[in-house]
Nanobody
Framework: QVQLVESGGGLVQPGGSLRLSCAVS????????MDWYRQAPGKERELVAG???????YYADSMKGRFTIGRDDFKNMVYLQMNMLKPEDTAVYYC?????????WGQGTQVTVSS
């Protein structure tokens, strides 16, 4: 069974940085496209960034230039480097593994940006 576990969330001041990690077990991640989503209180879950199995990256417009997604297929890990964080980045961040016909989600990690 494929399992995803996010880590690295926490409380950070505006302008600060965090690096989220997603550990995948139960399968090699090289076959998956990997995405990061987030969900703020009272809002719908939204795509933050993604990386295809071939390494192509894509970002939501508001994250471009601030967030960087990466993957290490040897370690079965996906990362999200978040810089210049803003209060509006406060949310639960989720990792998702996707292949045709199936998605796997992690349980999420809380990111709070506040002074």
């Amino acid at each position: 069974q494929v399992q995803l576990v996010e880590s690295g969330g926490g409380l950070v001041q505006p302008g600060g940085s965090l690096r989220l990690s997603c550990a995948v077990s139960g399968s090699i991640i090289s076959i998956f496209a990997m995405d990061w989503y987030r969900q703020a209180p009272g809002k719908e879950r939204e795509l933050v960034a993604g990386i295809s199995s071939g390494g192509k990256t894509y970002y939501a417009d508001s994250m471009k230039g601030r967030f960087t997604i990466g993957r290490d297929d040897f370690k079965n890990m996906v990362y999200l480097q978040m810089n210049m964080l803003k209060p509006e980045d406060t949310a639960v961040y989720y990792c998702k593994a996707t292949m045709p016909g199936i998605d796997y989600w992690g349980q999420g990690t809380q990111v709070t940006v506040s002074s």
